[in-house]
């Protein structure tokens, strides 16, 4: 939506050009922040971009303020971010990025969550079997030993850390899609992930650390 203090025939042309839906003509300050306002009182999280001093309240009051880098002092004041090339077209791709970055943080804590549980899951047993019979019912894994099984363990979250630094770096690809897809996607590839890459992991790093000296 345009919200503008042009005359109604100007702000429609305006809106016509750049493809905007909806406009608001001849609007104050006071138009402005009442705006934002009444779509955050409907659970709408709002973002606006502004350059003038009649754009300040409004930049202020919106969740995610972008200034031109063209625009007055008191609307780089009131933003919360400057945008150097003053290209409105960049709130598109800013809404993104924080989609981006929320759905790379939900993966990780997903696939972390999945793999500590899988992960004790699979080297708990082998550790105390000795000591209480009862858990050979879900050691699974049958790793060598309970030395192995905690080297195992160990190696496998060193790498596991390395492996996810890329992912953290470059983040998870945003599609377009409903919220409940999102979850759903991230679900299955990462907690379903998170679980099997334990098992599997550990268990290939155990046959290996068994013929290390001390390990029988």
Not at 36 to 44: F, L, N, V, Y
Not at 155 to 183: D, E, M, Q
């Amino acid at each position: 939506m345009m919200i503008t203090g042009d005359n109604p025939l100007t702000a429609k042309a305006i809106a016509d050009e750049a493809g905007v839906d909806d406009f608001l003509a001849e609007a104050t300050p006071e138009d402005k922040l009442q705006l934002i306002k009444r779509e955050q009182a409907g659970g709408k999280l709002v973002a606006m971009t502004g350059d003038g001093t009649n754009d300040a309240p409004a930049l202020a009051q919106a969740d995610v303020g972008v200034a031109m880098n063209t625009g007055t002092s008191a609307a780089k004041e009131a933003g919360n971010m400057v945008d150097l090339d003053s290209d409105p077209t960049k709130l598109i791709e800013i809404v993104e990025i924080g989609k981006q970055l929320l759905i790379t943080r939900g993966a990780l804590t997903t696939f972390s969550i999945a793999n500590d549980i899988a992960k004790y899951f699979a080297i708990i047993p082998a550790m105390f079997v000795a000591l209480f019979p009862g858990l050979d019912l879900i050691n699974v894994m049958r790793l060598h030993s309970p030395q192995s099984a905690i080297l195992s363990a160990v190696i496998f979250n060193a790498i596991i850390i390395v492996l996810l630094i890329p992912l953290s770096l470059r983040g998870v690809r945003y599609t377009p899609s409903s919220a409940s897809k999102l979850l759903s996607r991230n679900l299955y590839i990462y907690g379903l992930g998170g679980i099997v890459a334990p098992f599997i992991g550990i268990k290939a790093i155990d046959l290996i650390v068994q013929f290390v000296p001390g390990m029988s």
